[in-house]
């Protein structure tokens, strides 16, 4: 019965060349766009580490003085000061936790004729590694005892080896950042989290090939590199940042379960409100986000992407109207044909299941040719100057989800004509002829 | 014009109709939210720096083996070297004017403070964005000074950006002034730079800051102009070309400086640019935002368009017979024409008055979501029109494919 119906869909769609034409084309770009923002999106607002998210929590304390807050709308300060970043480094109060710093590394060859050149260099502390699941290709991180002793050891990515070593194991071996040197202990395999999460609000890039070096906090601020970012509250001296009045710091703790994380935001409230009789906050104010919470306050995905993503779902629901009305049209101008089949003796659900059949046949192409233009977009978007840019591919998932929508799409256009088509009783269209 | 018979053909097709209603009203909705932020980003794109843009170049770059400018020696020979740079700059033959200047409008870096009208900082607060250069850096920009004077060259600090020296005179963009001293008398009074006193010796009509993103929106034309040179193992200017030879400035100025010191840093991407290049790049999404609306609204207006094309054309072709008979009792070509024009007119009618409401709708729920502008009406107008007008020339060719029905139709059976 199925292959009577394609057939009798082949016959139909093909008597009508342009409107097939039309109705597949319109479904295939309404799905090409929404497949190319969707996969964009998707990318975006992605776990950047689906293992661990759950574990990792970003606290917030509120130095600023009442009269001059952080922001107008009451936001929480996004960084820390160094003193407080400490104190909860010290405190040990979480199963891990480390405080970060973005900065532009000088990196300097030590082969001659080689030019220095300058790459994403990450200041922070021993757990950074182990608390993020950074994978080690050679050696590994550093120990809290070379945090407090500032020793001049460092860890680079794969690529920076690949580029200063030839990917030989470069452990042992020194590296000259800022015109000083530091030996590598550890090479990192491929490690770039989308969004690169803990970044966010230090400076730099959101998404994109990750960080170059990682060195101890306080060895690379002794060696005079400074973040990228500062913000400071009160006008006191501010030449030396770890006690200035400045945030600059970005704290991220492990902690196992929702108990763990209780306790620990306990623990912050305590902490600010000792601050508090201390003289040194105004405000006992804390904040203990998880990763994707943070993400999403953060709003890491750009208003541009979600607004081109809404902007296509539109575009695919006009497009499925459109086919809708076509498709009414055309079974419509069909009753005598209907007419006869009926009279002949094929049920309602026949009719019905022709006619779905033809939808769905409209669908598919509609969805391969929609794949298409969704590789097209895509290929544009990989052209855009944007840092997520170089990320942008179909996957298997997508892949699939194209048809499902193609196929859903095209049936949910073929319902209402199917259906009207299945009513229509034959003795007056009969007559009619 | 009888409505009738159009109408109780209408009420034949209840179904197509609805669908041609709802495509109309939701191309409507979001063609005419999608033209909106189209001009807003071109709006947005066009904004002036302030500055004269064709032949200013910026340059940025680093030294190898800088000093490290903890003691005031090494901040000397940062200095130093410096000031070599501008003096190899200035004597380049295509290179009118150069300064030290740590930024530029559109691109990026940006060094900022509150303003106020004490040391205490109560009272007006306005936040700027702090130009850091030296006694060229106003010519240089090409920033039209419209009250008071320049920089003086023993004015000019120097200093590594965390350094306790703060400068006693200030040029400020007259928004600044206007804000502090809304009396219009802001030129010669002292006021407090992060509770530091200076002098406001001057006022440029319009200096953008250097950066487009959103939190520095509320006070985008906010400067000032600091007589501080900034010293560093990096170290930025501002190089005015001679009219027309900015490429050659450019080059010139690249040999120029790698010829001083072969290693320093100074990447063809950042390191030597035009503010043309620098708009460029800082616009880019915007310009990408624009073009992928437009493209979406044009193919939104043909598919709708062609579906309007393609339901007439059927119904044209099922009404044939009764074309017939209205052609044989008598109706002229240009009747049945104007049948399914008005018959158009009036599905197209009721498109855009719901279509009006949803893209009403839609703006209010981009308003809450994103920070997006109220629509204003002359779009929303210009909407309705262009669809009602696309509605007549889709049906156009169907609906004379319908007037050429001859008479005779109505005697031959369907």
Redesign the interface.
């Known amino acids: 019965m199925f292959g009577y119906y394609l057939d009798l869909a082949l016959r139909s769609l093909k008597r009508n060349k342009v409107l097939t034409t039309l109705m597949v084309l319109s479904l295939a770009l309404g799905i090409g766009a929404s497949i190319t923002t969707l996969t964009v999106f998707r990318l975006l607002s992605g776990d950047p580490l689906p293992q661990k998210s759950a574990q990792l929590f970003y606290p917030q304390l509120d130095p600023y003085p009442k009269d001059q807050p952080f922001s107008r709308s009451d936001k929480m300060p996004w960084l820390m000061t160094y003193a407080d970043a400490m104190n909860l480094m010290h405190a040990r109060k979480a199963t891990r936790q480390a405080a970060m710093a973005m900065t532009q590394a000088k990196v300097t060859p030590s082969t001659a004729g080689q030019k220095p050149f300058f790459s994403d260099g990450v200041m922070t502390t021993a757990d950074f590694f182990a608390m993020f699941d950074a994978p080690f290709r050679y050696g590994g991180g550093w120990s809290a005892a070379d945090d407090d002793n500032r020793m001049p050891v460092a860890v680079i990515a794969g690529f920076l080896n690949d580029k200063l070593f030839g990917g030989t194991d470069s452990v042992g071996r020194s590296i000259r950042i800022n015109e000083h040197d530091f030996r590598i202990v550890g090479v990192l395999d491929h490690w770039a989290p989308q969004p690169r999460f803990y970044g966010l609000r230090l400076g730099g890039h959101d998404y994109g090939t990750g960080d170059a070096v990682f060195m101890p906090l306080q060895t690379a601020r002794a060696d005079g590199m400074t973040p990228q970012v500062t913000l400071s509250f009160g006008s006191s001296d501010s030449t030396k940042l770890e006690t200035a009045p400045s945030i600059w710091l970005g704290v991220w703790v492990q902690l196992s379960g929702a108990a763990d994380a209780a306790a620990y935001r306990t623990f912050l409230g305590n902490y600010a409100a000792q601050q508090v009789t201390l003289g040194r906050f105004q405000r006992p104010r804390v904040s203990l986000s998880g990763l994707m919470q943070w993400l999403a306050d953060q709003r890491v995905v750009p208003d541009d992407v979600r607004l081109q993503t809404g902007l296509a779902f539109g575009f695919l629901l006009i497009c499925v109207v459109n086919t809708v009305g076509l498709l009414l049209a055309k079974c419509l101008r069909r009753s005598r044909e209907i007419g006869v089949r009926r009279a002949l003796g094929a049920s309602r659900g026949a009719i019905f299941a022709q006619f779905m059949v033809e939808a769905a046949i409209v669908g598919l192409a509609g969805g391969v040719l929609g794949l298409g233009f969704a590789e097209l977009g895509l290929l544009g978007i990989r052209h855009q100057p944007a840092e997520y840019a170089s990320l942008a591919h179909l996957d298997i998932g997508m892949f699939l989800f194209t048809f499902v929508v193609a196929v859903l799409a095209s049936l949910i256009a073929g319902l209402l004509p199917a259906w009207r088509a299945s009513l229509l009783a034959p003795a007056p269209q009969l007559k009619a002829a | 014009m009888r409505l009738h018979p159009t109408l109780s053909a209408l009420r034949q ?1 209840k ?2 109709v609805l ?2 209603v ?2 109309i009203a ?2 409507l ?2 063609v005419c939210n ?1 033209i909106f ?1 189209i001009g807003q980003r071109i709006e947005r794109m066009n904004r002036p720096t302030g500055t004269v843009e064709d032949g200013l170049i910026r340059i940025s770059q ?1 030294w ?3 000093p ?1 400018g ?1 003691d005031a020696a090494s901040v000397e020979k940062l200095d130093a070297l410096q000031r070599t740079d501008l003096a190899t700059l200035r004597n380049l033959p295509d290179v009118q004017d150069v300064a030290a200047s740590t930024s530029m409008p559109l691109q990026g870096m940006i060094y900022s403070g509150t303003l106020s009208l004490n040391a205490q ?1 109560t009272g007006v607060a306005v936040s700027a964005a702090y130009y850091y250069g030296d006694e060229h850096l106003r010519p240089t920009l090409g920033v039209r000074l419209i009250a008071g004077r320049d920089f003086r060259a023993d004015e000019i600090l120097h200093r590594t950006l ?3 020296a703060a400068p006693s005179v200030i040029i400020v963009s007259k928004p600044v002034a206007g804000k502090l001293f809304p009396d219009g008398d802001a030129l010669g009074k002292t006021v407090y730079q ?3 006193p200076a002098t406001i010796v001057g006022i440029v009509e319009r200096l953008q800051t250097p950066t487009t993103a959103k939190w520095g929106s509320a006070w985008d034309y906010n400067s000032v102009l600091e007589p501080i040179r900034v010293d560093g ?1 990096s170290a930025s200017y501002a190089v005015r070309a001679r009219p027309g030879r900015e490429q050659a400035a450019m080059r010139e100025a690249r040999k120029a400086l790698l010829a001083v010191d072969p ?1 320093r ?1 100074m ?1 063809d991407s950042w390191g030597i640019q035009s503010l043309s290049q620098i708009r460029d ?1 800082i616009y ?2 915007d310009r ?2 624009a073009l ?2 437009a493209a ?1 609204c044009l ?2 207006v043909v ?2 368009a ?2 309007i094309a ?2 007439t054309s ?2 044209v ?2 009404r044939r017979k009764q074309i017939g008979v209205r052609r044989a009792l008598g109706a002229r070509r240009i009747d049945i024409l104007r049948h399914f024009q008005v018959e158009n007119l009036l599905i197209a009618g009721g498109g855009v008055l719901l279509g009006v409401v949803l893209a009403l709708a839609l703006n209010l729920w ?1 308003m809450t979501h ?2 997006m502008a109220r629509l204003p009406l002359p779009y929303v107008g210009i909407g309705v029109l262009a669809m009602l007008v696309i509605g007549q020339a889709a049906v156009f060719m169907p609906a004379r494919r319908a007037s050429h029905v001859p008479p005779v139709v109505a005697t031959r ?2």
């Open positions: 097709h179904a197509g669908l041609i709802l495509q939701l191309t909705a979001i999608a932020v680093s190898f083996g800088a490290a903890d900082q965390t350094g306790e992060d509770g530091k193992a290693l840093v990447p790049k880019r999404a990408g935002m992928m609306m979406v193919i939104l598919v709708t062609a579906g393609g339901l059927f119904w072709g099922q981009l994103y920070e059976a369907a």
